[in-house]
């Protein structure tokens, strides 16, 4: 399993804006795709944003779309999460993933819901807290 590492989590107002990023050091001329997921508490992990290898398709959650955005650095193997106009809801635990097996690059032209489903990222971060109060 290849190392994940998150960064840039914290506390913020509502209304404002956070930026997570997330690297794989082996993923090094790799193809391969990136994601991020949510989850509070015990409830069931929700994926929110992902990145194809080439970066040019994307998908997000209808809870995050028009407020955050992925990028991608390939040359740092880095994916990026901007989140802006932050509400309270989106409090959670935010989690990377990242596999070197893409969903095939049709569920993303379609904005497939499959692209974010947990089984088909088998590398994770630790996770990052992100706590937005009201």
């Known amino acids: 399993q290849a190392q994940v590492v998150e960064s840039g989590g914290g506390s913020v107002q509502a209304g404002g804006s956070l930026r997570l990023s997330c690297t794989v050091p082996?993923?090094?001329?790799?193809?391969?795709?990136m994601a991020w997921f949510r989850q509070v508490s015990e409830k069931e992990r929700e994926g929110i944003a992902a990145?194809?290898?080439?970066?040019?398709?994307?998908y997000y959650a209808d809870s995050v779309k028009g407020r955050f955005t992925i990028s991608r650095n390939n040359a740092k193997n880095t994916v990026y999460l901007q989140m802006n106009s932050l509400k309270p809801e989106d409090t959670a635990m935010y989690y990377c993933?990242?596999?070197?097996?893409?969903?095939?690059?049709?569920?993303?032209?379609?904005?497939?819901?499959?692209?974010?489903?947990?089984?088909?990222?088998?590398?994770w971060g630790q996770g990052t807290q992100v706590t937005v109060s009201s």
């Open positions: 993933a990242a596999s070197t097996s893409c969903p095939p690059l049709v569920f993303w032209v379609l904005q497939e819901e499959r692209v974010v489903a947990d089984h088909e990222y088998n590398n």
């Open positions: 082996e993923f090094t001329n790799v193809r391969n795709c």
């Open positions: 990145s194809y290898t080439d970066g040019d398709n994307t």
